[in-house]
């Protein structure tokens, strides 16, 4: 099967895009813009191969968009490119809406012109997945909020949507373009909610990375409010496994929800970090007598949902996933990871990008 990746240099993108080329089965076309956080470096060299081609391409460039598909040829379409920073949506919107709503509907026309086109076969067996995010469905109510011994609710495929934040409401319209297309057009599509993922060639402004980075610094370590928001936390190479059999094996019109089953209060992933940081790097910074010394508390996020976890029975249950990692173990490889590879991250922060910002 030939897969075009759309936003294959960025953080979830190339770990799909390493798993891919991991098996032979597959070739690749990995079409990214290469904005400030895509990174061709998070596909290792030595995957490379006549499977993997690179397209250095705007998602909302339409005439593009038609070149490649014309010369690759794709069987399938795996739709990751997307502005996907909360904080940075609060920033300057605009750029989340041209990207996530308008480059997902030039990249579902260019699609479904060239869909039309395919012979029988070919054209039965394609597939379009949208890979999106639970913080399209808002928030769920927190345990400090609910009532001892009374159930707490998880985001399911059928939760109504309830966006909170600019970077959401873009994911969340344009998970409803992809659906639209599939009723009005016949595109056969797929969409993935996924929750908070972590793990190797995290861009450095997201939560886990920047506590990492900073704590190696001796850097303050900022955590918004009191830290009690909650998230599920998800080890990107379990999320690539995931996304890969829900697009050669997923039905069409689906909608399926993938979580780690790790709900984690921001407060306790920056505490677990530190105290793995304390075993595996006990030597610290000048002036820093414990790594947990270094957090402090700053001014919550405008309009920061609460706590975000996923039921992902669906995926179980249809498609025979669980996640491999647990959090510990998944943590863990990550700041192994990070520890092992300064020079991606060095190169990283060489860049126009510096450690200022936080997020997850």
Excluded at 37 to 63: K, M, W
Excluded at 195 to 200: A, D, E, L, T, V
Aim: proline share 6%; hydrophobic share 35%.
């Amino acid at each position: 099967m030939k897969i075009l990746v759309t936003g294959g240099a960025g953080f979830i993108g190339s770990a799909v895009v390493r798993h891919l080329l991991a098996d032979t089965d597959h070739s690749v076309v990995n079409l990214d813009k290469l904005t400030y956080a895509g990174n061709t470096e998070s596909i290792p060299s030595a995957l490379h191969s006549p499977r993997y081609v690179f397209e250095q391409v705007d998602i909302c460039d339409a005439v593009e968009l038609d070149r490649v598909f014309s010369e690759q040829q794709p069987d399938l379409i795996m739709h990751l490119a997307a502005e996907s920073h909360v904080d940075r949506s609060i920033d300057g919107p605009g750029a989340f809406i041209h990207t996530n709503l308008v480059g997902t509907y030039t990249i579902l026309e260019a699609t479904r012109k060239y869909w039309t086109g395919l012979p029988p076969g070919k054209k039965a067996a394609f597939r379009f997945h949208h890979i999106s995010t639970d913080e399209v469905y808002g928030d769920l109510p927190h345990p400090d909020e609910i009532s001892k011994g009374e159930a707490l609710p998880l985001f399911t495929e059928e939760t109504s949507y309830a966006p909170s934040s600019p970077y959401s409401a873009s994911k969340a319209g344009s998970d409803h373009l992809v659906r639209a297309w599939q009723r009005t057009y016949g595109l056969p599509t797929i969409v993935t909610n996924c929750s908070n993922n972590y793990g190797p060639y995290h861009f450095p402004e997201k939560l886990v990375p920047h506590i990492i980075l900073n704590a190696l610094a001796g850097k303050a370590l900022p955590v918004y409010g009191d830290g009690s928001q909650i998230r599920d936390w998800l080890y990107v190479e379990d999320h690539a496994r995931a996304l890969v059999k829900v697009v050669t094996q997923g039905e069409d019109g689906e909608t399926y929800n993938i979580g780690g089953h790790n709900e984690k209060r921001n407060i306790e992933v920056v505490h677990i970090l530190c105290d793995l940081l304390e075993e595996m790097v006990p030597t610290k910074p000048a002036g820093v007598n414990a790594y947990r010394d270094l957090i402090t508390f700053v001014k919550d996020r405008p309009g920061h949902d609460v706590r975000y976890a996923i039921d992902a029975s669906k995926m179980t249950r249809d498609l025979d996933w669980n996640p491999q990692e647990t959090f510990e173990t998944g943590m863990r490889k990550t700041v192994q990871w990070y520890l092992e590879n300064k020079e991606w991250w060095n190169r990283v922060l060489g860049g126009e990008y510096r450690l200022g910002r936080l997020g997850n």
